[in-house]
């Protein structure tokens, strides 16, 4: 018996060696051994900007497998994915053949391409409806902005909770009068309000609209004034902006394009919890699957 320890006197001893230990090594001039580095947290990163079908002269499309490829190489868990330059149609049957391919990676979005001789509602209702589609993709570039044409598209998505993603390209006072117009329905200013702008009073205008108006979110890609997405942090909060690609893109390949634009993000000066909610936690929650 008088051999045995008690489990708390051998933990004691060893802690006093240990202390012992560490003590004659600084006495002795050495450093203490470093205490192990935490591990990365996790992060859902959600890119929430992806054409199957793009805007550029060419029309250029991607295939599902072409997205998913550039996510397994990038580390994006899952994307939001919408054709354009094509009809409301088509753009769900992209999507629907898209989605059914890869349910647990890409999030279909309805494209809205309304004319005022061919209204497209019944044909966006029936996507929102069937709850595969999230939200709605705008783009001024096809689609007038006046209230004739997409008002009725606006106020449809506000009643299935579906956020619409619109590119108004730099036209403040469209985006205004939507936002103020439909309070119930959340609109993502694509690329801060116009794309690839150099302009900073221009963005600072749609970070003034976004802080004036709750149901506004701003999209980052396309942003090459990089210091103003900290700025919009700081003015209406990592939770009111969300990151995408707005790709892919074939320069300088579609994988180096996309980690290019996700180090944009993680190489800003914001916290963790900052770039958690930029990445990927703020679309989720607004999409409802978080």
């Known amino acids: 018996m008088g051999a045995e320890i008690s489990r708390r006197q051998f933990l004691g001893t060893a802690a006093a060696g240990g202390f012992a230990a560490a003590s004659g090594a600084i006495r002795a001039g050495q450093e203490p051994p470093a205490a192990p580095a935490p591990p990365p947290r996790p992060r859902c990163i959600v890119d929430s900007h992806v054409h199957l079908k793009h805007g550029d002269a060419a029309r250029t499309e991607y295939t599902a497998d072409e997205i998913v ?38 999030i279909p979005y309805v494209y809205a391409l309304p004319h005022y001789e061919r209204p497209a509602i019944k044909e966006i209702q029936a996507a929102l409806s069937g709850r ?13 902005l006046a209230e004739y044409v997409i008002d009725p598209v606006l106020a449809l998505a506000g009643r299935y909770r579906a956020p619409c993603l619109v590119d108004c390209k730099g036209d403040h006072a469209a985006a205004r009068r939507m936002a103020k117009a439909f ?19 221009l963005l600072d205008q749609f970070i003034g609209l976004a802080a004036e108006c709750d149901n506004v979110l701003l999209d980052v890609s396309g942003v090459v004034l990089v210091e103003k997405i900290p700025e919009a942090v700081r003015t209406i909060g990592a939770k009111r902006l969300v990151w995408g ?14 980690r290019t634009e996700l180090d944009k993000v993680r190489q800003l000066d914001l916290g963790e919890d900052d770039k958690d909610n930029l990445l990927g936690r703020t679309i989720l929650e607004l999409l409802r699957l978080q």
């Not at 330059?85 to 890409?106: G, N």
């Open 69 to 106: 490829h550039v996510m397994d190489k990038v580390g994006i868990a899952k994307s939001v994915v919408f054709a354009m330059s094509t009809t409301t149609q088509r753009s769900i049957d992209m999507a629907e053949k898209a989605v059914s391919k890869f349910p647990d990676r890409l």
């Open 245 to 258: 690609t707005d790709g892919p893109h074939p320069k300088p390949d579609t994988v180096a394009f996309a």
């Open 132 to 144: 595969l589609f999230r939200g709605v993709k705008i783009h001024a570039g096809e689609c007038t």
């Open 183 to 201: 309070p119930g329905t959340t609109l993502i200013i694509a690329h801060m309000g116009r794309y690839l702008a150099t302009d900073g009073r």
